[in-house]
């Protein structure tokens, strides 16, 4: 019987855990990083343990670290969560060694499918379909797709459509699986493209019961990782699904698989071809949990414990679809800071890493939380959860929800029609458009969320007056102009109101406006530290910049820079100065949130300074090169 848990992860999957435990009376173990010593995780379990440190390897990577937090905890069983040394044998190992319980397969099971050279082969000698392998040094078509043997997430992958581009793109691959996994083996195989990407949840104990738990698609992505899961899949014929569960099962009895775990396949119409199996529980997980009706973190632990399973999985009801929110802007280039406001309404599913006032550090990855919309059909789901994007308070930080509405609200997604090329050009969103903000000339509806904010400023301003509070804000005898709030997104005149528009209330807080018998509600924020304005209404969400009135100089950049677009590490120099660049050609790598990210130059010319070398620390906006453009 476990007593106390300690979950060797953080973030989302920590929180998630712990919610089980306690509805289960199991004391909780939280390990912390230096750079997640306020986060959520870490308050919210019985006990923490601190792993000095902020990089990966030093903290949550570090196995006789971890153990040595469950020996001074008392924790007598451990969960890795998904990600980190979710998917090490060597840890797996370690944790039975000491004398814990481990929550999670077998470590030869993880083995077996730790490698995905390896586990291709395994699949194919049971039976399960598999694509060919591809010779990496010298393959024999193209396109075709190269990832890391070991872990998962988009990490360690690179779509190659030309022979010139593979050398350079395998390096980079190798490099950023050893970042990841610890092990840069790589394999190639040939591209389907336009493919769906599905997959199969499967649940084992140790008395030989095996279920599948239905089929999820997650073929909506960006950067090779999943952006929004659904369950069951639209797009798939009953034969496909039933040919998917039985390969699964097939897939756990060949390699002895105890607990949770999943199978995943790309589909093109009636073709099948396994991708990889993941030995542990999956980020999106919940979908499963709510069609089929169960706690797959439950039924972990009992499994752990030694319970049988029942002879047969529960049936599936419904649908539920997940979004994962991110934060990263339109380039989905990761942000970090400060999350002033984090509120997500309406009738979902939050799991969530972060609350307000959580700060996200460039160390680990952007995911701040998974909203799950259920409904009794895939159409009452993806309305739930637009009406819950759309209602979603997100200050501080730019995030991926914009593109999320898009997503679910497409016509395309709506019928079904999904692949992994969904995001990509050419697909249905591509490119995704960019955040909505209030047009820099008004007109309409469009400049009524910067006429609240100017309101509400002034409102403001009249709460904190300690003379003539009174009067109204701006009064003059003898007015020579109108009002106005400048912001460097419009310029709003805000008395007299625009023709049509009236005040129905304003405070600091909260603007409420009728025009032409139309009333709506804006909610207005400002937070200390933070000069802009949010205004969100059934209109959007809007961010406005304040212009000061006297602004203060401001220290010019070098026409010809690069700046950097997130705080991270220079994984790699690729010019010198005086070196001759063209558009587009790749200047700089630097690594942030446990992915490469490659800094291009905007323009064809001459290197004329390098600011940076290899191993620096950087900030976001730090000039990294300059570029002096060729001129004609």
Not at 248 to 268: C, D, M, N, Q
Not at 323 to 348: I, K, M, N, S
Not at 453 to 467: D, F, K, Q, S
Request: charged share 25%; proline share 7%; glycine share 10%.
């Amino acid at each position: 019987m476990i007593t106390r848990l300690l979950v060797a992860n953080r973030g989302e999957i920590a929180r998630r855990v712990f919610r089980t435990c306690r509805s289960l009376g199991v004391s909780t173990v939280a390990v912390f990083s230096d750079a997640d010593s306020g986060a959520p995780h870490a308050r919210e379990a019985d006990l923490a343990v601190r792993l000095p440190g902020t990089h990966p390897a030093e903290t949550y990577l570090a196995v006789d670290r971890i153990i040595e937090a469950c020996r001074v905890s008392g924790a007598d069983a451990v969960h890795p969560g998904y990600g980190f040394l979710s998917e090490n044998a060597a840890f797996a190992r370690a944790v039975l060694d000491a004398g814990l319980t481990w929550v999670g397969p077998p470590p030869e099971a993880i083995e077996a499918m730790g490698s995905k050279i390896a586990a291709k082969r395994l699949m194919a000698e049971v039976g399960v379909p598999v694509l060919p392998s591809l010779d990496l040094a010298a393959p024999d078509e193209f396109p075709l797709l190269v990832k890391a043997s070991a872990g998962g997430g988009g990490r360690g992958m690179r779509i190659v459509r030309h022979a010139g581009e593979l050398a350079a793109e395998v390096e980079s691959a190798r490099r950023e699986a050893e970042a990841a996994f610890g092990d840069g083996a790589l394999l190639a195989e040939p591209l389907l493209e336009a493919a769906r990407h599905v997959e199969v949840q499967v649940l084992a104990d140790g008395h030989g019961t095996v279920w599948a738990l239905g089929e999820r698609e997650c073929s909506v992505q960006r950067r090779h990782q999943k952006v929004v899961e659904e369950c069951p899949s639209p797009g798939i014929s009953e034969r496909t699904r039933e040919l998917l569960c039985a390969a699964a099962v097939r897939a756990a009895r060949r390699i002895g698989y105890v607990g949770a775990g999943t199978v995943e396949f790309l589909v093109k119409g009636e073709r099948v071809a396994f991708l990889e199996m993941n030995t542990r529980l999956q980020v999106e997980h919940p979908v499963t949990e709510l069609v089929f009706g169960v706690d797959l973190v439950r039924l972990q632990l009992e499994v752990a414990e030694g319970a049988a399973l029942p002879s047969g999985p529960p049936a599936p009801r419904g649908h539920a679809i997940e979004a994962r929110l991110y934060a990263e802007d339109a380039a989905y280039v990761p942000q970090t800071g400060v999350l002033r406001r984090f509120e997500v309404p309406g009738d979902v599913r939050v799991d969530s890493g972060v609350e307000s006032g959580s700060r996200v550090s460039p160390h680990y990855d952007a995911m701040l939380a998974k909203i799950v919309a259920y409904g009794a059909t895939r159409a009452e789901a993806a309305r739930k959860l637009a009406a819950s994007l759309r209602g979603a308070r997100l200050h501080g930080l730019t995030t991926n929800r914009d593109l999320l509405l898009e997503i679910v609200t497409d016509p395309a997604f709506l019928a079904g029609e999904t692949n992994t090329a969904f995001l990509s050009p050419g697909g249905p969103l591509s490119p995704p458009s960019p955040p909505s903000s209030p047009s820099s000339r008004p007109s309409g509806d469009s400049g009524l969320p910067a006429l609240a904010a100017a309101l509400a400023m002034a409102a403001g301003r009249r709460r904190e007056a300690t003379v003539l509070a009174g009067l109204p804000g701006g009064w003059r005898n003898v007015r020579s102009q109108p009002a106005r709030a400048r912001f460097e997104e419009a310029d709003v005149v805000y008395d007299p109101l625009p023709a049509g528009v009236t005040v129905v209330s304003a405070r600091p807080e909260e603007v409420v406006l009728e025009r032409d018998g139309l009333r709506r509600t804006f909610q207005v924020a400002r937070y200390d530290g933070d000069e802009r304005v949010y205004v969100d209404s059934s209109m959007g969400a809007a961010v406005l910049t304040p212009v000061p009135r006297l602004p203060e100089p401001v220290e010019h950049v070098a026409p010809g820079s690069l700046l950097a677009p997130m705080p991270g590490s220079v994984l790699r120099v690729e010019v010198a100065e005086g070196d001759t660049v063209a558009r587009g050609q790749p200047v700089l790598v630097l690594e942030a949130m446990k992915m490469e990210h490659r800094i291009a130059a905007p323009a064809g010319g001459v290197v004329s300074d390098v600011r940076v070398e290899k191993g620096q620390q950087v900030e976001a906006g730090a000039v990294l090169a300059i570029i002096q453009e060729e001129t004609t």
